[in-house]
């Protein structure tokens, strides 16, 4: 069984040979401490490594991928050529939407929102990038075609834009959007229409070059924190859910490719909107949220919906010894993955406090067949 084949048999609600693992991404990837050391832990030194401005790698070097038997490759959007990134003297930088963000630590801040405070008028007036624009395709169709007709993996079209209701929190701000989801209804509609607008016409043009070569569409929208949703779920239900559903019908029509949606945090809530609304594979399934325990999940979502993560960063990654460690991961594979329906990964970017004997362990024990899985945890 290839890797491609043993992903589509656990997106189909079956056992392949072993479990499906993931490594890399937007939400799946690592941060650029924590990749120096593995990469001198597994003596594998890449050159021309290529960072987001959150300092997490892009594309994990093809040497550690192969070693640790990753069945995943990922292809990425370019950038519109207008507008550009502006980086200022300060350090600081603008995105391509307008957003000044800076870099505070290890994390990056986002320091001014374009529509803070803003009104009907300033919605009217701030224009998104050109889905159009030919920065978006460049050499994404080639790179996309040449993995699906000459490798074995499971083709991911990596997370290039942000979601409907967090692309609010940072455009308006994160305090200012949620009190305007209550207070200025119509004119939070009037935004997410034209963002909807933005993302369906921009994915539309994308899957119509390279639906044909993508198995996975990694999106993201975080709604939630720890222990609740940012709001109601009837909130989601009335202003978010019915956009969700125009945009993910889309890419549904423009190709056969599953869609993953990332929203950290307790979501238990609305897993059944998201199931309705068309959502393939929820991460990172935040162990430590409320409701987002691997058994409670699997019993009452997985045969309706995949899971992907679901490896706790907040303990077992970065303080547990590794027989807690080792035993964690068993557990969290055996209570998610009867009957298929699970990948395994981080439930986030590996953080700079992961030893990376942690992360060649988690993929030693993923790549291991179900049953050395199963019997070496009693």
Same mark, same amino acid.
């Given at each position: 069984m290839n890797h491609r084949e043993r $992903?589509?048999?656990? &997106?189909?609600?079956?056992?392949?040979?072993? /479990?499906?693992?993931?490594?890399?991404?937007m939400v799946s990837s690592i941060m650029r401490n924590c990749y120096q050391r593995l990469c001198d832990y597994m003596q594998i030194h890449p050159k021309n490594i290529r960072y987001t %401005?959150?300092? %997490?790698?892009i594309d994990i070097d093809e040497a550690i991928l192969t070693e640790l038997d990753i069945d995943f490759r990922r292809v990425w959007l370019g950038e519109p050529t207008a507008p550009e990134n502006m980086i200022h003297d300060d350090g600081s930088f603008t995105d391509i939407y307008g957003i000044k963000r800076k870099k505070i630590g290890e994390y990056i801040e986002t320091i001014l929102f374009p529509l803070a405070n803003g009104d009907i008028n300033n919605v009217r007036d701030y224009t998104f990038p050109d889905p159009e624009d030919q920065g978006w395709m460049q050499g994404v169709k080639e790179k996309a075609k040449q993995l699906h007709e000459k490798t074995p993996y499971s083709i991911v079209l990596g997370m290039s834009v942000d979601g409907l209701f967090e692309s609010g929190t940072y455009l308006f701000g994160f305090e200012d959007f949620l009190v305007k989801l209550y207070r200025e209804k119509k004119l939070v509609e009037y935004f997410l229409d034209k963002m909807l607008d933005f993302l369906t016409a921009l994915y539309s043009r994308v899957l119509k070059e390279i639906g044909a070569f993508i198995d996975i569409i990694e999106l993201g929208d975080d709604m939630a924190n720890q222990r609740q949703l940012f709001f109601s779920p009837q909130i989601y239900r009335e202003?978010?859910?019915?956009?969700?559903?125009? @945009? @993910?019908?889309? /890419?549904?029509?423009? %190709? =056969?490719?599953?869609? @993953? &949606?990332?929203?950290? +945090?307790? $979501? $238990?809530?609305? /897993?059944?909107?998201?199931?309705?609304?068309? $959502?393939?594979? &929820? =991460?990172?399934?935040?162990?430590?949220?409320?409701?987002?325990?691997?058994? =409670? &999940?699997?019993? =009452? !979502? +997985?045969?309706?919906?995949? !899971?992907?993560? +679901?490896i706790d960063e907040q303990y077992y990654l970065p303080k547990a010894n590794m027989d807690e460690f080792s035993k964690e991961v068993k557990r969290v594979i055996n209570e998610f993955s009867p009957n298929g329906g699970y990948i395994l990964a981080p439930a986030h970017n590996f953080q700079s406090d992961t030893p990376p004997e942690k992360i060649v362990t988690l993929y030693k024990i993923g790549k291991s067949p179900y049953s050395l899985v199963k019997s070496s945890s009693n």
């Open positions: $992903v589509d048999m656990a &997106l189909s609600h079956c056992e392949p040979d072993r /479990i499906p693992i993931d490594f890399g991404g %401005t959150y300092d %997490t790698v202003m978010i859910k019915p956009r969700h559903k125009i @945009f @993910f019908n889309t /890419i549904h029509k423009h %190709t =056969n490719a599953k869609i @993953f &949606l990332h929203c950290c +945090g307790s $979501v $238990v809530e609305i /897993i059944d909107d998201l199931i309705e609304v068309g $959502v393939d594979v &929820l =991460n990172p399934v935040q162990p430590s949220a409320y409701g987002m325990e691997a058994r =409670n &999940l699997k019993n =009452n !979502f +997985g045969d309706r919906i995949c !899971f992907h993560g +679901g």
